[in-house]
């Protein structure tokens, strides 16, 4: 079987990633391709070091987030995976090996521990892409987090053309001091979480499946309800089971920073 992780690192430094490759190298060894600047000299002597690919794309490190989709497509062209794990890289790390769990949908997503509307960035996301009609219909839905998304290749291409057309029809809309000008509105930085959203909770690709965040493979801290590790430091999920991925690990630094740093260090990287 051949499978495929693929991140996007744009603008970042080695440093910032070397947690998330070292951590997905103790437990797996298939291809793994990260988007890098071609000005990106240091990170792509970190990658290559790992024995992973990059691939150069052309795009500011402010607009990667968005445009990630449509470079992922590019890459996948004439490439043939049987799955394909997406994901964020800075605030990732690995407990095993993504591939090794039996999911159950062709395209699998991970929920996060709250509803939409009781958090303000992910409101706002839907809000001022899709309006309000919109996001009063997905309002009571958990939020879906568009940084881990595994499944087949077919459907992983499937969601990354939706992606790109939702992106390019419903553009961020900004505030009116950004609007008359060409700053950024950093506020729409993360909005692919609303396209995301969007197609999960809509049911745009067949055999979608959810999984919860407190007893499934994933672990997206920020609303996660229950920081528990077991003796070994894994993070554990309501079933006493060691989570495959864990994610936003930053966003409860005081809760993980003792284990990550004895982590690191068990992986050499203090």
């Not at 499937?158 to 509105?185: E, V």
């Not at 499934?216 to 089971?241: C, D, H, Q, R, W």
Request: aromatic share 16%; with cysteine; charged share 25%.
């Amino acid at each position: 079987m051949k499978n495929l992780v693929m991140s996007a690192a744009v603008g970042l430094n080695s440093e910032a990633i070397e947690f998330f490759i070292k951590s997905l190298r103790k437990f797996y060894f298939g291809d793994v391709c990260i988007l890098v600047d071609s000005k990106d000299i240091f990170l792509k002597e970190k990658i290559k070091s790992y024995n992973c690919k990059f691939y150069e794309v052309d795009v500011n490190k402010n607009d990667i987030q968005l445009k990630r989709y449509e470079f992922y497509l590019k890459f996948l062209n004439n490439k043939k995976y049987d799955y394909i794990f997406m994901c964020d890289c800075r605030d990732i790390y690995f407990q095993s090996n993504p591939f090794n769990y039996k999911y159950k949908g062709s395209i699998n997503f991970f929920l996060e521990d709250t509803p939409i509307n009781q958090c303000k960035v992910n409101s706002k996301w839907i809000y001022k892409t899709f309006g309000k009609k919109v996001f009063d219909e997905m309002r009571n839905n958990i939020i879906c987090c568009s940084g881990t998304v595994l499944g087949t290749q077919s459907s992983i291409t499937q969601y990354l053309i939706l992606m790109n057309k939702r992106i390019k029809k419903f553009p961020f809309k900004k505030r009116i001091k950004y609007f008359l000008t060409f700053r950024r509105d950093k506020e729409g930085r993360g909005c692919d979480q609303g396209y995301c959203n969007y197609i999960v909770h809509k049911k745009l690709i067949k055999d979608i499946h959810l999984y919860f965040n407190h007893n499934g493979p994933v672990a997206t801290v920020l609303y996660l309800k229950e920081i528990k590790f077991n003796k070994n430091l894994y993070l554990t999920n309501s079933a006493g089971e060691n989570y495959l991925i864990v994610h936003q690990y930053d966003k409860r630094w005081n809760e993980f920073s003792r284990n990550i740093n004895l982590i690191k260090k068990k992986l050499g990287l203090n």
